[in-house]
DNA sequence: CGGTGTGTTGAGGCACATCAAGCCAGGTGG
DNA sequence: CCACCTGGCTTGATGTGCCTCAACACACCG
């Protein structure tokens, strides 16, 4: 349970890891994939489950940055070292690749590098977009424009869908700069709004996608009861 | 006044610009640069001035996602169109580079590529460093972290320094996600801190670096009176 | 001289955080 | 079997940091 469809697109989406030799790593709910501060030698595509990518803070306060899922690269922007944390959120298969493989393979076939571009050039705009989520909006439009990131991802979008959602309370609190009570109450209210229902526990049923939308762009007023 | 030093490093400091076919422009401040929605065919590196990038919303308001600065590159995560808008905020000068040229020269030369690549990492640390700033930080740690980054970039690091600061209060608002009057009243509070001071509407004289970036970086409790 | 743009300061309100209590499911041990 | 604990989630009461609205100071300019 709780497990993520495995890559529908096929093998990889990624055509750089198959001209590379590459490694597989399995990981189990919760193992640790890369520590703050380890050698930035390696990236990572995910094959299967979601990875959870993070910052924590002195204090104790920790910033989800990214859930990545299959077909993600994580490590893309890093210098030399890891600027981030990352642990498995399910069960989780990730393709290892050497960074100095990769570059010795780019530099025989450039073509590769434009691909490499662009999955960075992704990367910046999830990044922005992010930042903006997490500035401008309210905390209702937070939780809506997660849940549809969420069912972006998987493709067939509807007027209506159920949806995996693996990660607690905690992690969506995490990841949209709130507290889990505020993530809670907002899925209440997003519930009472007749949007979307939660079937059992880790699911989510859309009921109407193109509101939920509206919401998480800021393009409805949601302070009414 | 208010010109922001021109870029001190020399020439350029990325060497892509070198080996190819370039253009200059001059910008007087306020002068439209990019508008969302153009054709993403150039890249912009800033030679002189400061180049403010920012998206409006539906609802008039602006999010400003970088000044960018001597030696930055403008346009590097966009696909096939803009996403955001870009004008001066100062007078500036800026090297257009096509797009089309850059890719055909990174073919010949691959080792253009990793540069590239580096370039976009570098942005992208920044986008998530931005993400972090606006979510996780109360109003005077985010005034204090932007002061501190607009000091890193003038490279000179000491523990006392003037700082030209050519963005308007609005400007800076839009920036951190705050409004005008909590950045200004943030500003009051560090310098009755005793950790700045305004010498000159424009100019900021920093007294104590390192507990400006304690601050920055939450590191210190400033409820206190 | 009034008009405009920028910045500062004060009073009050609201959205979200904090603190606290309780529900439910699953696990463990008597 | 029940008693008890734990972790995830929800809901309510209260506090607070920032926004909103408003007034004013100041420089610049026609």
Redesign the interface.
């Known amino acids: 349970m709780g497990q993520i469809q495995s890559a529908q697109d096929g093998i990889s989406a990624w055509p750089v890891s198959s001209a590379l030799d590459t490694g597989l790593r399995t990981l189990r709910a919760h193992d640790p994939l890369i520590f703050e501060g380890d050698d930035a030698d390696h990236l990572y595509e995910v094959i299967e489950g979601v990875i959870r990518v993070y ?1 924590v ?3 104790g ?1 920790r ?1 989800i ?1 990214a859930f990545a899922f299959p077909g993600d690269i994580i490590g ?4 030399d070292i890891y ?1 981030f944390d990352c642990d498995a959120l399910t069960f989780a298969r990730v393709r290892t690749i050497s960074k100095a493989d990769l ?1 010795r393979t ?3 076939r ?2 590769l ?2 691909q ?3 999955m ?2 992704r ?3 999830a ?2 977009s ?3 989520t ?3 909006k309210s905390a209702i439009e937070r939780v809506a424009s997660f849940l549809c990131s969420l069912a972006e991802r998987r493709r067939d979008i509807g007027t209506s869908q159920t949806l995996s959602v693996p990660m607690t309370r905690a992690d969506i609190a995490d990841y949209l ?1 709130l507290t889990i009570e505020t993530v809670s109450r907002n899925i209440t209210k997003l519930k009472s709004l007749d949007v979307i229902s939660l079937p059992t526990p880790g699911t989510v049923l859309i009921h109407d996608m193109k509101r939920l939308k509206r919401i998480g762009d ?2 409805v007023d949601t302070r009414a009861a």
Chains 1, 2 share one sequence.
């Open positions: 910052k803070f002195y204090d306060r910033q940055m893309l922007g890093q210098a600027s570059l780019v530099r025989e450039p073509e590098g434009a490499m571009l662009e960075a050039s990367e910046i705009t990044a922005q992010l930042s903006i997490l500035c401008r700069g800021c393009e």
